[in-house]
């Protein structure tokens, strides 16, 4: 048996699109839904426990659909949710609280690209992939560290994967190929 979830005008507990992007569920059973224009949802589950009723979450705090998008979600080993878009948020109880990512990290010569994947290392340290950029952020000290993978085109050509072993081995994968950073 399967639950479906919808959005349903007449319905505010409902979700705010049925387009999605991203889908995860954390420590607490939240369903944590990120959409391709209306934000994030978080899914309460129902004190019956058939079903969530959905909050809905402007990633900007305002309803600008270029910035709504959300391309990426990740609960960290603190429980904290992270979002990957056009910037790097992390939301908490209260709302979001902006990353400071440096603007030149999200920036490239052919263009501004987005987060699109987020792990993180044994270390507490995410790992953030955009089209071609990988950046490490260290939450505990709000540091930034771009990644060269290829210091000769100042890219890592498009990340489609960030994988970190227990081993402590770090893999990103593009359309270049797979590198092991150590």
């Given at each position: 048996?399967?639950?479906?979830?919808?959005?349903?005008p007449?319905?505010?507990?409902?979700?705010?699109?049925?387009?999605?992007?991203?889908?995860?569920?954390?420590?607490?059973?939240?369903?944590?839904?990120?959409?391709?224009?209306?934000?994030?949802?978080?899914?309460?589950?129902?004190?019956?426990?058939?079903?969530y009723?959905?909050?809905?979450?402007?990633?900007?705090?305002?309803?600008?659909?270029?910035?709504?998008?959300?391309?990426?979600?990740?609960?960290?080993?603190?429980g904290k949710?992270?979002?990957?878009?056009?910037?790097?948020q992390?939301?908490?109880?209260?709302?979001?609280?902006?990353?400071l990512?440096?603007?030149?990290?999200?920036?490239?010569?052919l263009?501004?690209?987005?987060?699109?994947?987020i792990?993180?290392?044994?270390?507490?340290?995410?790992w953030?992939?955009?089209?071609?950029?990988?950046?490490?952020?260290?939450?505990?000290?709000?540091?930034?560290?771009?990644?060269?993978?290829?210091?000769?085109?100042?890219t890592?050509?498009?990340?489609?994967?960030?994988?970190?072993?227990?081993?402590?081995?770090?893999?990103?994968?593009?359309?270049?190929?797979?590198?092991?950073i150590?």
């Amino acid at each position: 048996c399967f639950e479906v979830y919808r959005h349903d005008p007449e319905d505010l507990n409902s979700l705010s699109q049925n387009s999605l992007n991203q889908v995860i569920v954390d420590k607490n059973t939240h369903l944590w839904v990120g959409t391709t224009q209306k934000g994030l949802n978080r899914g309460i589950p129902l004190t019956d426990g058939k079903g969530y009723r959905f909050e809905h979450y402007n990633v900007f705090g305002d309803n600008n659909k270029k910035n709504n998008i959300v391309n990426s979600l990740y609960e960290d080993s603190k429980g904290k949710i992270w979002v990957g878009n056009k910037s790097f948020q992390c939301f908490n109880d209260s709302g979001f609280t902006i990353k400071l990512i440096p603007a030149d990290f999200l920036k490239t010569p052919l263009g501004n690209t987005e987060v699109y994947r987020i792990t993180e290392d044994l270390h507490g340290n995410l790992w953030l992939a955009s089209i071609h950029q990988t950046i490490l952020f260290n939450p505990a000290k709000n540091i930034s560290h771009l990644l060269y993978l290829d210091p000769y085109r100042k890219t890592t050509c498009y990340n489609s994967s960030l994988h970190v072993t227990d081993d402590k081995k770090h893999y990103v994968m593009g359309a270049c190929g797979p590198y092991e950073i150590h």
